[in-house]
């Protein structure tokens, strides 16, 4: 719920409104406030924005064709599953409040702010316990995902209860806090203003993603996904002239992806995967060559992604030999 009122703040500043987004949790009582400094709903749609389905600004691409919702869908959900529920927006000094229980208006007002407001929009509400029995929220887990928000938009800064959280390097801090002192090579950050990627190698033997479209974090990956790691392994071999298998040249990576993308089609509403297909070849080309520019530049960091691919191929062959030679002497 916190995240779903989260997003439609994020989606402020990825217009290039408001840098800053403030959050207050109380984790005795359960009560969450969200003020963001965008510019604010439209006064007269306040409360259609938060119970209506089907409204919303979010259908003109010219205002929001990176956006991660639809409809505000996720804000009307937060109304209908919260005991209280209350919606203020600030447009040049005026003002349209409307408050709900259980998902049901009980007041509205419009007027004059009685003290400057900067523009902007502020949400409170407290989980209804009939619905969720028991519930809490995880200060661990909220600040993670606050995190990803940041990595993903350098420059915006998240007040959480005071703590301030704000990346000014994207996704390349993400990678750079994840692999710490394991980075086995500098890694190769891409940003341009629809893709966003960064990897390097550990001596893991996992694989570790961190994939995200319009501000959302996918984490079970999707078409982005599966896109850079195709367009990846192009580049290594184009860059290597050889033809390494995709498992050698993935295990221990570390690596993000975020793209932005009209009109994405996720399988959920929780939008934790993106399916639009017909981007897929196009990503892919992208990926790979805008991955062999970066190896091109900086050669002596590309060499070392090589060396540590080439000791995992050569690792690999031996155990596949290990293994059959086992095998016979079982038969």
Do not use: W
């Amino acid at each position: 719920m916190l995240f779903r009122s989260d997003l439609n703040a994020v989606d402020e500043f990825i217009m290039g409104y408001g840098k800053r987004v403030e959050i207050a949790i109380s984790y005795n009582t359960g009560e969450v406030s969200v003020r963001d400094y965008g510019r604010g709903i439209p006064l007269g749609k306040v409360v259609d924005c938060v119970s209506q389905i089907n409204t919303g600004g979010k259908f003109s691409d010219d205002v929001f064709q990176f956006s991660v919702g639809m409809n505000g869908v996720g804000t009307k959900a937060v109304n209908a599953l919260s005991t209280q529920f209350e919606v203020r927006a600030f447009r040049d000094g005026d003002y349209s409040e409307a408050f709900f229980k259980k998902g049901a208006l009980v007041s509205q007002k419009i007027g004059k702010c009685a003290s400057p407001q900067r523009n902007g929009t502020f949400v409170r509400f407290t989980p209804d316990p009939d619905i969720f029995k028991k519930y809490q929220f995880r200060e661990e887990h909220v600040l993670r995902r606050m995190r990803m928000y940041a990595y993903l938009n350098a420059g915006l800064t998240l007040d959480v209860n005071g703590n301030k959280i704000v990346s000014e390097n994207g996704l390349l801090d993400l990678i750079h806090d994840e692999a710490q002192f394991e980075k086995l090579y500098q890694p190769f950050h891409y940003r341009s203003k629809t893709l966003e990627l960064v990897f390097t190698h550990t001596n893991r033997f996992s694989e570790d993603y961190y994939s995200f479209v319009n501000g959302q974090f996918t984490n079970d990956g999707g078409t982005h996904l599966s896109a850079f790691k195709e367009g990846l392994l192009k580049a290594v071999n184009e860059f290597s002239k050889k033809k390494y298998d995709g498992d050698d040249v993935r295990e221990g990576i570390i690596g993000a992806i975020a793209i932005r993308l009209k009109d994405p089609i996720f399988e959920s509403q929780t939008k934790n995967k993106l399916g639009n297909q017909e981007i897929r070849s196009d990503l892919v080309a992208e990926i790979k060559r805008v991955t062999e520019e970066m190896f091109h530049r900086d050669p002596v960091e590309a060499n070392k992604l090589i060396s540590k691919i080439e000791e995992t191929s050569k690792l690999r062959t031996e155990l596949n030999a290990v293994k059959k030679q086992i095998g016979r002497a079982h038969v």
